[in-house]
């Protein structure tokens, strides 16, 4: 019987392993994960986790039951510390090896860390327990300082406010988001926190930590009892390259998860994949991303032939909003505004020269967002004034005519 052994049993992981035995696989696959909770989903940890004083609740993407009746070992708690492709084994971390015919690495992320004075004093989160720990210290009156404008930092700045605490954001560069928006949705953000009562600090960075205060570059000194860190992750590449897979950003993979190696794929975070769709590698982020990439992973092991084109898209809530981004507004040349820019609700469509859309940003807009993934699907030209026209209902916008 053939083994296909998972390694990282996060979403991508998970998934992986579930879609491999739907897809027809009929050997043992082994989920193997160094958490000791299984398989949960990440975005409520910066999100209802901390906010909902009562909820401690995890999600797990599928229960333990599941698994059972799928036929797939789960083994938490475990890591794998090396892979030897020619041997076709995986060494545990406490002894031992599993054999293997192909493995999938899921192995994900972990935040990046400061390296400054005091940076042992800065919360970082990733994990369940990373959430516990963030959860405790977000009392009320607390003066928490959040590193980085990303969306973890965002969020996080949102969950102290919610809970009682003041919250400054600092962030080196000069907007909130910077990766995922353009400038105009950056400022709608942004304003939205300093709404909420979140303070800014733009083109600062951190130099040290200190016991009561984050010290800045340019000699700034923010009062802080709490201090977390949003600013990127770094991928868990180091078995990829135990296994002479190789690396660029994260483990570098074609369109359907296969490395250099023949019996490795990558699937999730930690992989960067080959986009038909930019033309180029990249890695992404999103619980979508983990979920689709992983599901067609465990297929491609299944032996399915199968190329991954998925649209990016995520989202985040921030202060009782929910934001949507799909696509990229980056090779957008202009952009049609569904709604009012300035209202609580409203879409951004980011077309291109052809007026394909390409891109949307959408705030508390989720339908909107759906067509427009539709429509970055179809690549097809379309109308602005459709677009635009908010008498004409999201679902319609994929199929209205072109005038
Ligand atoms: C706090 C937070 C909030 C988020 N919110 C959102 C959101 O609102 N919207 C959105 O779209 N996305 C969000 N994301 C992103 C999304 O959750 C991640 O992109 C997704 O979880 C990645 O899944 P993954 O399975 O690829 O990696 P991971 O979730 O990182 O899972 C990898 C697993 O592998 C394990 N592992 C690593 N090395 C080994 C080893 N050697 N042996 C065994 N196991 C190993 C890791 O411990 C981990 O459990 C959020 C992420 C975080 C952290």
């Not at 209802?48 to 909820?55: D, G, Y």
């Not at 989160?125 to 990373?130: G, Q, V, Y």
């Not at 599901?295 to 299944?302: D, I, M, P, S, W």
């Not at 052809?354 to 909107?368: E, H, I, K, W, Y």
Request: proline share 3%; net charge neutral; aromatic share 6%.
């Amino acid at each position: 019987m053939k083994t296909h052994i998972v390694i990282g049993a996060g979403q991508a992981g998970a998934h992986a392993a579930v879609s491999m035995r739907r897809a027809g696989f009929d050997g043992r696959i082994v989920l193997l994960g160094d958490e000791l909770v299984h398989s949960y989903e990440r975005p409520p940890l910066s999100k209802s986790f901390i906010t909902e004083l009562e909820s401690e609740r995890i999600a797990n993407f599928f229960p333990l039951s599941h698994y059972l009746n799928e036929k797939v070992q789960v083994l938490a708690g475990v890591a794998a510390e090396a892979i030897d492709p020619a041997a076709g084994a995986v060494s545990l971390a406490f002894g031992g090896k599993i054999p293997f015919d192909k493995v999938i690495l899921a192995t994900g992320s972990r935040p990046r860390t400061l390296s400054v004075p005091g940076s042992d004093r800065v919360l970082t989160l990733r994990t369940f327990a990373d959430a516990v720990q963030i959860k405790k210290a977000f009392t009320s009156g607390r003066k928490v300082v959040c590193i980085g404008a990303g969306v973890i930092g965002l969020e996080l700045a949102s969950a102290a406010i919610s809970r009682g605490c003041q919250a400054t954001v600092l962030e080196v560069g000069d907007r909130v988001m910077a990766r995922s928006l353009d400038k105009a949705a950056s400022r709608t953000i942004e304003a939205m926190h300093r709404d909420a009562g979140v303070e800014f600090a733009f083109g600062h960075s951190v130099v040290a930590v200190e016991p009561h205060a984050v010290v800045t570059d340019v000699g700034l000194r923010i009062p802080a009892d709490v201090v977390v860190a949003g600013i990127g992750v770094d991928r868990n590449v180091a078995l990829a390259q135990s296994a002479g897979v190789s690396v660029g950003k994260g483990v570098l993979t074609d369109a359907s998860g296969r490395t250099n190696i023949d019996c490795v794929l990558a699937a999730g975070e930690v992989a960067e994949f080959y986009s038909e769709r930019e033309g180029a590698h990249v890695v992404l982020e999103t619980s979508r991303h983990a979920q689709m990439h992983g599901t067609l992973v465990g297929q491609v092991a299944a032996g399915q032939e199968l190329a991954y084109d998925d649209v990016p898209w995520f989202w985040s809530d921030q202060h009782g909003a929910n934001i949507q981004v799909a696509g990229s507004h980056r090779a957008a040349g202009s952009t049609v505004y569904r709604g009012d820019p300035l209202s609580k609700s409203f879409c951004a469509f980011y077309l291109n020269s052809q007026s394909a859309v390409v891109g949307a940003f959408g705030l508390n807009a989720g339908r909107d967002v759906s067509a427009a993934l539709r429509l970055i699907r179809s690549g097809a030209a379309a109308d602005p004034e459709i677009l635009a026209d908010i008498t004409i209902t999201s679902g319609k916008l994929v199929s209205a005519p072109r005038a």
